[in-house]
């Protein structure tokens, strides 16, 4: 989404100089073709460092505090999908030259074309709220404790707001005037570019210093990267043995392991190739003046530029989150005491969850546990087994605070608090800006009017303004987990964008002669009905998992959704039988 900066003149000269040096290396041979491709690589790394942010970051970290080394694949699993169907938009899209918004709605179905864009919107919209959680948690705990924090004079609500203007400020300067490519803009993404390198840098020094020292089980990692799909209906094995250590109350600890588990494959699966990559692919394309030419180079950018940094970096921030809180109870909430014989203090926020999960479990056995006393209460805490409390203050949901301690073996104590929120600021708000300048675009593109000026603006302030509720919504939870519902959502509405595109490449009047034959067209069908099928697997596991009761009455969330997948299943057959008889 990036606005080229060069003056059109010069753009245009530097995509024709590309597209004959193509031209020119195809001549020559598949070498000399791998050669261009290779010195042409970029805008795949541009997908990359969208992808790179705060909710991969999340999810990453999650995936290792629950499940362990358990879940290595499935991260690489949902990327390959993603990039299986990146590059099937990027074929239609370079091959035709058309905007998809206008294919999808004039050569398969307006309802997908138009569900595609709002499920889009809707995508942004959500999204932004995770990455104002996540860089409020970070500038309060890892950053300026001592200035908006706990330990401040200030109040936990004005931490929070002053925390959200400044977010919001620099967030809407940058895209205010991000058209005037001024020397400014540049040396702020320079900025954000290098914060969030360096927290990826720093996860990898992470995992040599711990495989230096020998504390990482290396055959288990590999182990991690072979797909086990028991993982959906079971706890990861290497908390079994805690579970089971409850006793009669194994059912109830694993019901909720598995709900945490489920939403947090969720969301590294949906955090992986998110709906609004979708929309920013293609037209991030089209503006560069991308053409069919270049389509070999855009499936193999992504390939490279995408898949490979993302599997690093996510493989290395899951193995340094494993092998320090998997099976672990959160620092102070069991009362432990640290090397001189301390007690080592919680966090509010780890404190307030382990309470939340103990009295769950007490509220399970005893009718009327809510109505009791706090000295009642706490004094039937007391009495729970150790196991069970070892159980709770091990599903405790870890915040920034918390997390930053992943880097403490490369870099200390005190340079890991610092680096950590340094870094999950520069994601966040690097992420905060994209979603900013996607949900712009889209506006745009559902008005029908150029992507510039007013109503660009007007999109893009809609995206910052519903993220600034976000520390808001989860306010007393640990802000970093804001990411994992949001994902959820988020991956209810990807298969809209997978099913739209895979439609759209089986559309011979839209490609013509670049309509793909024989095994190649059998190749592509088949990779992206596989990632259709995952994909709306997810989405299905995700809504069937959501029981939860709309406020004021006994419907289950699941049920909305499903009315209105079926609603819109209709719609569009509806609207398909009517083209069919109008076109005979």
């Known amino acids: 989404m990036n606005q080229e900066s060069s003056p059109p003149e010069v753009q245009s000269s530097r995509v024709a100089a590309d597209r004959q040096l193509l031209i020119d290396a195809k001549a020559r041979g598949r070498m000399a073709t791998f050669g261009a491709w290779i010195r042409l690589s970029g805008p795949g790394w541009l997908q990359g460092a969208i992808t790179l ?7 990453s970290l999650y995936l290792g505090v629950l499940a362990g080394f358990s879940l290595m694949w499935l991260q690489p699993l949902a990327m390959i999908m993603g990039v299986i169907m990146l590059s099937a938009i990027g074929y239609v899209v370079l091959s035709t030259g058309e905007r998809p918004f206008v294919s999808i709605n004039k050569h398969v179905n307006p309802v997908l074309g138009w569900g595609w864009a709002i499920a889009t919107l809707m995508a942004n919209l959500v999204w932004t709220m995770p990455q104002f959680s996540l860089a409020t948690a970070a500038m309060r705990q890892n950053l300026a404790p001592g200035l908006v924090g706990a330990e401040s004079g200030v109040s936990d609500t004005t931490g929070v707001l002053m925390c959200i203007a400044a977010l919001f400020i620099v967030a809407t300067i940058i895209v205010w005037f991000y058209d005037s490519g001024g020397w400014g803009i540049k040396l702020f993404e320079i900025l954000l570019k290098v914060m969030v390198a360096a927290i990826v840098l720093c996860f990898f020094g992470v995992v040599l210093t711990m495989s230096w020292r020998g504390v990482i089980d290396w055959p288990s990692v590999f182990a991690g990267y072979i797909p086990d799909l028991s993982l959906l209906t079971q706890p990861a094995p290497s908390i079994r043995d805690a579970i089971e ?3 009669q109350y194994a059912d109830h600890w694993t019901g909720i392991v598995l709900s945490q588990q489920r939403d947090v494959m969720v969301t590294a699966a949906a955090t992986a190739v998110g709906i609004n990559m979708t929309f920013l692919m293609p037209y991030s394309m089209l503006a560069k003046g991308w053409d069919k030419t270049f389509r070999g180079l855009a499936i193999f950018d992504l390939a490279t530029g995408l898949f490979i940094p993302f599997m690093l970096a996510t493989s290395c921030v899951v193995i340094a989150s494993a092998t320090q809180f998997h099976h672990q109870p959160a620092a102070g909430v069991l009362g432990e005491t640290d090397a001189n014989g301390k007690l080592v203090t919680p966090a509010p926020n780890a404190m307030r969850g382990y309470l939340g999960l103990v009295d769950g479990r007490l509220a399970a056995e005893i009718d009327g546990y809510a109505a009791l006393s706090d000295t009642e209460k706490q004094a039937l805490r007391d009495k729970l087994p150790t196991e069970e409390k070892r159980m709770a203050a091990m599903l405790v949901k870890r915040d920034a605070f918390d ?3 992943a880097l403490e073996p490369l870099t200390g104590k005190g340079v890991a608090q610092y680096l ?10 690097s992420t905060i800006i994209i979603l900013m300048l996607i949900n712009g675009f ?4 559902m008005l029908g009017v150029p992507a510039r000026g007013w109503p660009h603006r007007i999109g893009a302030l809609l995206a910052v303004c519903t993220g600034a509720t976000g520390p808001f919504l989860f306010a007393g939870q640990a802000r970093f987990w804001l990411s994992v519902p949001t994902s959820v959502f988020g991956m209810m509405l990807l298969p ?20 793909p034959r024989g095994f190649k067209r059998l190749l592509w069908n088949v990779l992206t009905l596989a990632a259709v099928s995952l994909a709306t697997f997810g989405a299905a596991w995700s809504i069937w998992s959501r029981t939860q009761l ?8 699941r049920w909305v959704a499903i009315g209105f997948i079926l609603a819109l299943t209709v719609l569009g057959l509806i609207i398909h039988v009517r083209r069919k008889a109008r076109a005979a």
Not at 420 to 429: D, E, H, K, S
Not at 442 to 445: G, R
Not at 502 to 511: D, G
Not at 550 to 557: A, H, R, S
């Open 496 to 515: 809209i964008a997978y099913i739209t595109f895979f439609a759209l490449l089986n559309q011979r009047k839209l490609l013509g002669d670049a309509m």
């Open 550 to 557: 709309i406020p004021g009455t006994q419907i289950e969330v």
């Open 53 to 59: 942010g705060g909710n991969s970051l999340a999810g």
């Open 403 to 405: 997390l930053a301690q």
């Open 420 to 429: 950590f929120g340094f870094g999950v600021v520069g994601m966040a708000l």
């Open 245 to 247: 250590a409850t006793g």
């Open 442 to 445: 889209v506006f745009c593109e």
